[in-house]
């Protein structure tokens, strides 16, 4: 069970908008930033967004990141084949003082 | 650009002890922090524990108790043990720099407990 929840699969079709959610407590994305990581087949995880909305030097603009209260989201635009994926969020936890991450959501692009 | 070396033994016996290192090339070892994670075949990731450029060390509470993060500065180099382990520890473990998100990150080292 992880601390933070995650819709285990969505999909859509190429060109198709899509959102990932992720939700938490007042204790990890209610109070620190979120992170979200894509992970490719056979790959070690990807930083995709930091701090919430930010994506790294190399990020498509395609990918971006929101929060609202204890809950945050992925939305990716303009759906490639490759952008089949896992995505997981993460976040810093004031309760276990430790990192989270949510148990990942599966992308199928169909 | 930094890369992550790690390596490992990759099969252990119930009760033994896991030992990671990662090594990290390109200069930027100090003032970072450096974590530990793992994900079991087919599941999510888990994380384990970090140690800061201080020495401070943050771990999973649920695996506190058997799990020890270290680092050799002058060898830019951290390590992982997982003291008594159980076939629930079987994982691909991945060790990873945190600059804001965890920006970097080893191949991973399956990790397998079997008797």
């Known amino acids: 069970q992880s601390v933070l929840t995650q819709a285990p699969s969505a999909s859509a079709t190429p060109g198709q908008s899509v959102t990932i959610s992720c939700s938490g407590s007042s204790s990890n994305i209610g109070s620190n930033y979120v992170y979200w990581y894509q992970q490719l087949p056979g790959t070690a995880p990807k930083l995709l967004i930091y701090r919430n909305n930010y994506r790294p030097s190399g990020v498509p603009d395609r990918f971006s990141g929101s929060k609202s209260g204890t809950s945050a989201s992925l939305a990716i635009s303009g759906l490639r084949s490759e952008d089949e994926a896992d995505y997981y969020c993460a976040a810093w936890d004031d309760s276990l003082s430790g990192r989270v991450f949510g148990g990942g959501t599966k992308l199928t692009v169909l | ?115």
Not at chain 2, 40 to 45: A, C, E, T
Not at chain 2, 60 to 79: G, M, W
Not at chain 2, 83 to 101: I, N, W
Request: with cysteine; aromatic share 12%; glycine share 12%.
């Open chain 2, 1 to 115: 650009q930094v890369q992550i070396q790690q390596w490992g033994a990759g099969l252990l016996k119930p009760s033994e002890t896991l030992s990671l290192t990662c090594t990290v090339f390109g200069g930027s070892f100090s003032g970072y922090s450096w974590s530990w994670i793992r994900q079991p075949p087919g599941k999510g990731l888990e994380w384990i524990g970090e140690i800061h450029h201080s020495g401070n060390t943050n771990y999973n509470p649920s695996l506190e108790s058997r799990v020890t993060i270290s680092a050799d500065t002058s060898k830019e180099q951290f390590s992982l043990k997982v003291t008594s382990v159980t076939a629930a520890d079987t994982a691909l473990y991945y060790c990873a720099r945190e600059d804001g998100g965890f920006s970097d990150w080893g191949r991973g080292t399956l990790v397998t407990v079997s008797s």
